[in-house]
């Protein structure tokens, strides 16, 4: 069964950091340009990072650049996204996709994951 699955969400305070991770099952993730997705409480779903199928090209929503950080481990079959200084508008279900080309893009998505909470508060 191919499927992608998030982890490493949680509550987390204003300020601090989570990393979150996006494996892949039943399929390489090599090959493919992965994006991060949110979606907000009441707001649409919005892309927060994408990166190619080598690594060698990244792109991040306005509001997360210097912020957040998404990387890959082709060996491992894993994306990340590291999050620093995150706000209280970082609350959100995140998502992980996997596009149908090796470019870093938030359009034409093939294979999504279910989604891991991450919820920022005092």
């Known amino acids: 069964q191919l499927q992608l699955v998030e982890s490493g969400g949680g509550l987390v305070q204003p300020g601090g950091s989570l990393r979150l991770s996006c494996a892949a099952s039943?399929?390489?993730?090599?090959?493919?340009?992965i994006g991060w997705f949110r979606r907000a409480p009441g707001k649409e779903r919005e892309g927060v990072s994408c990166?190619?199928?080598?690594?060698?090209?990244?792109n991040y929503a306005d509001s997360v650049k210097g912020r957040f950080t998404i990387s890959r481990d082709n060996a491992k079959n894993t994306v990340f996204l590291q999050m620093n200084d995150v706000k209280p508008e970082d609350t959100a279900v995140y998502y992980c996709?996997?596009?149908?080309?090796?470019?870093?893009?938030?359009?034409?998505?093939?294979?999504w994951g279910k989604g891991t909470l991450v919820t920022v508060s005092s």
């Open positions: 990166i190619s199928s080598s690594g060698g090209s990244t």
């Open positions: 039943g399929f390489t993730l090599n090959y493919y340009g």
């Open positions: 996709a996997a596009s149908y080309s090796n470019r870093c893009s938030f359009d034409g998505m093939r294979y």
